[in-house]
């Protein structure tokens, strides 16, 4: 559990015994950023900052969908971020913020037991550090909660951008009819559109968690406000571009099955084709065939004017169907 006040002349660490005194000092922005949820920072949650239960459970519990709960003096927030998992899994990395008047509590997960706790904390150290270098200075929780969000929307825009990449070569190697193996192109088609598809329905979902923020929470001043209101522009921007992404990936793959389907019409006319010329072929010899060829009965006139009948009749039959364009 890191626990750091940030003031006029930069950030000083703290321990966890010492975070009673901060709260209660007003010398500056309190952020504690909690890792994991365990025993020890849900005693925290509920005995120091007196959360309500349900939010403190929400931190243990895994959340499948971003919420927001407004309350008199903080708001509670829930947000997921992606993360590429096997397969085309998309994991949905949670990032829990309790946002009140001089503090600001960051709790991570819980994760998928494949995802590194580094990524989880990716977004929150990349602020740290640009506190600690003196590039941000937040003056209130909302400030910094802000430069969290926004680092985390960045990277759900570097995840578009990247199977943005994927989706351009899939389509160049269905245009260039280059397909290879049709169940391993068919597979990374949906793949891409199952990963853009996620970060749509996060940015979605997300963006309107902040427009109930921006009219529900009480204690944001008009700055913070402000500030709220440019994450649900980042959340609807990134989800527009998520939403062009795929529709330009559902074009890919529409011209991919109506070539295949194409291809399939084809070879099945084809086929008509060759049943209706052997037709013939088969209705006479099944009805003419025994009583003409038996081995020391054979009528060796008879069989060759039946054969050139076949023969003749299958001709006409290939000519008509040249005619109707059918090969």
Not at 85 to 90: I, R
Request: one cysteine or more; hydrophobic letters at 45%.
């Amino acid at each position: 559990m890191d626990i750091s006040l940030i003031h006029d002349q930069g950030l000083a660490r703290y321990t966890l015994e010492q975070l009673p005194a901060l709260l209660d000092g007003g010398r500056g922005l309190v952020w504690v950023d909690m890792p994991v949820c365990d025993e020890q920072a849900a005693h925290v949650l509920s005995e120091v900052f007196g959360f309500h239960p349900r939010a403190v459970q929400t931190c243990v519990e895994r959340n499948h969908v971003p919420r927001a709960h407004v309350y008199t003096d903080h708001v509670f927030v829930v947000l997921h971020a992606p993360e590429e998992g096997q397969g085309g899994h998309v994991h949905y990395v949670e990032l829990d913020q309790f946002i009140g008047r001089g503090y600001l509590v960051t709790v991570h997960g819980p994760l998928a037991s494949s995802v590194p706790l580094d990524t989880a904390l990716r977004e929150t150290r990349a602020v740290l550090q640009r506190i600690q270098a003196g590039r941000l200075r937040p003056t209130s929780a909302f400030h910094l909660s802000h430069a969290i969000v926004s680092t985390v929307i960045r990277h759900e825009e570097d995840f578009v951008a990247r199977r943005a990449r994927e989706v351009g070569l899939l389509e160049q190697r269905v245009m260039a009819g280059g397909i290879g193996d049709p169940e391993q192109l068919l597979e990374e088609l949906f793949r891409a559109r199952h990963e853009l598809l996620a970060v749509r329905t996060m940015a979605a979902q997300s963006r309107e968690i902040y427009g109930r923020l921006t009219t529900s929470a009480h204690t944001a001043e008009r700055e913070d406000h402000r500030r709220l209101e440019d994450v649900r522009d980042q959340y609807n921007h990134l989800r527009r571009v998520a939403d062009g992404q795929r529709e330009f990936l559902q074009g890919v793959i529409d011209c991919y099955r109506a070539r295949t389907e194409t291809k399939m019409m084809i070879a099945a006319e084809r086929l008509a084709v060759i049943a209706a010329v052997t037709l013939p072929v088969t209705a006479i010899s099944s009805v003419l065939g025994m009583n003409v060829i038996v081995n020391s009965d054979t009528d060796f006139v008879l069989a060759p004017i039946l054969i050139l009948v076949m023969a003749a009749i299958s001709g006409v039959l290939l000519l008509w169907t040249k005619r109707r364009g059918w090969w």
